[in-house]
């Protein structure tokens, strides 16, 4: 069976230690060398960019997230063994794992270690499609002739070049389809490189329903009510029975509980949504004092859009109180805008409404729908201060450019700080 060794990029090594420099991280399959779809996933990337910075934390189970009031953003595989997940609130994760060291998340260099990352991949194939931060599809077709190597290979040593360059770790997944590469790359976490081919359907066949990207809680209670726990079983559906069942929905359902997939790499593909949020340290009530993050918040939402050359077509609320419930209001804009003064107009009324007493932990605010930066707070003969706004936050943001983000600080920015 076609055979590769992670470590040096050998090919067909025999036994289970490569000749070539002696590793046994060996991957198999009989399909190795003719699959091109790949998932690129990194290993507790947050976390592990902190130990790489921070080599006296290498033992340590580390928590990148807000502080005690907040949620964990990101946990080392060492902190992970006790428990610890993504998105759960820090008091609970600091009650399973007490002697985790805390490091508030720097966007900042994850963003920068995340373009180092998107750099290497784009040398391999044009065809790559960002996921998140630090996950993306790759789709190696044809490439071939230019790497002088398959996919396996190139990929094999694009995980070494990443370790050796920027100090963290990867984990890939080989196969036909984007469905099954996603899933490849979470079977051997970390530093797993993992293939699926034919043999992925009688494999799904006996995985829970959850195991699917899109099968929450609620949908997975929804089919364990009808009878449906195992993908197998969700396999087997003709597609009209499907769709009876759930409804629009159910026939592509199905197709991914077989294992198929038929979208492409889509290196375009845009933006649905950008946000900004924040943690208190102690719970906020009033709206005077909820104002002061939600301007913040619109701050850092208009650079962000700025940034990717994006605006809003419509502002997002979103609210949690202190019992962990979740509130989302949503308005639509009568033109495009990337500049604070107008993202707070409009989210400034739905908090109105919102801040009524209740106890709030947290506070964001995004844009959805997005439309092109170029159609956002054109000028407009029914507001003649159009024009002058845009020129001020360009001003604005060219101080604190140069200055630092301090320099200048709106009145409506000025209050207690409150770090999340």
Not at 70 to 77: H, L, M, N, Q
Not at 139 to 149: C, K
Not at 237 to 251: S, T
Not at 342 to 347: K, N, P, S, V, W
């Amino acid at each position: 069976m076609p055979g590769l060794c992670r470590d040096c990029g050998a090919r067909d090594p025999p036994g289970a230690t490569c000749p070539a420099c002696g590793g046994r991280r060996l991957v198999r399959h009989a399909a190795l060398f003719t699959l091109s779809i790949a998932h690129v996933d990194c290993d507790a990337f947050y976390a592990s960019i902190e130990k790489r910075d921070r080599p006296e934390l290498l033992t340590r189970p580390v928590i990148v997230g807000g502080g005690r009031r907040g949620v964990v953003s990101a946990a080392c595989y060492l902190a992970r063994t006790r428990g610890v997940r993504s998105a759960v609130p820090m008091f609970k994760a600091l009650a399973a794992c007490p002697d985790a060291v805390v490091i508030k998340p720097d966007m900042a260099k994850y963003v920068a270690v995340a373009r180092q990352m998107r750099e290497m991949m784009e040398a391999l194939t044009p065809l790559v499609q960002p996921l998140s931060i630090d996950e993306a599809v790759l789709d190696l077709s044809g490439t071939e002739a230019l790497h002088r190597a398959p996919p396996a290979v190139v990929l094999a040593r694009f995980a070494g070049a990443v370790e050796r360059r920027l100090g963290i770790t990867v984990s890939i997944g080989l196969a036909p389809n984007r469905l099954l590469a996603k899933l490849a790359a979470e079977r051997d976490k970390p530093r797993g490189f993992a293939v699926m081919g034919a043999e992925a359907r009688d494999w799904l066949a006996q995985q829970p329903v959850t195991l699917l990207p899109g099968v929450g809680p609620a949908l997975a209670r929804k089919l364990g009510a009808a009878g449906f726990t195992r993908l197998g079983q969700l396999a087997g559906l003709e597609v009209r029975e499907a769709a009876r069942r759930f409804g629009e929905d159910g026939p592509g359902l199905v197709a991914r509980a077989r294992g198929e997939d038929t979208r492409r790499v889509d290196p375009a593909r845009e933006t649905k949504s950008i946000s900004a949020e924040t943690t208190f340290e102690t719970d906020l009530r009033t709206l005077a004092e909820l104002e002061v993050p939600l301007w913040r918040l619109c701050e850092k939402l208009g650079r962000r859009l700025s940034e990717k050359g994006l605006a809003a077509a419509g502002v997002v609320l979103k609210l949690k109180t202190a019992n962990f419930e979740s509130r989302t209001r949503t308005v639509r804009l009568g033109r495009p805008t990337k500049l604070p003064e107008m993202l707070f107009r409009a989210a400034q009324p739905m908090l109105a409404k919102e801040a009524t007493g209740t106890a709030f932990r947290l506070i964001g605010v995004g844009s959805q729908p997005l439309a092109p930066g170029d159609t956002a707070d054109l000028p407009d003969l029914a507001d003649p201060d159009a024009a002058r706004r845009a020129d001020r936050w360009a001003a604005v943001e060219k101080v604190r450019a140069r200055f630092g983000e301090g320099a200048l600080v709106s009145g409506r920015g000025l209050g207690a700080k409150r770090k999340g």
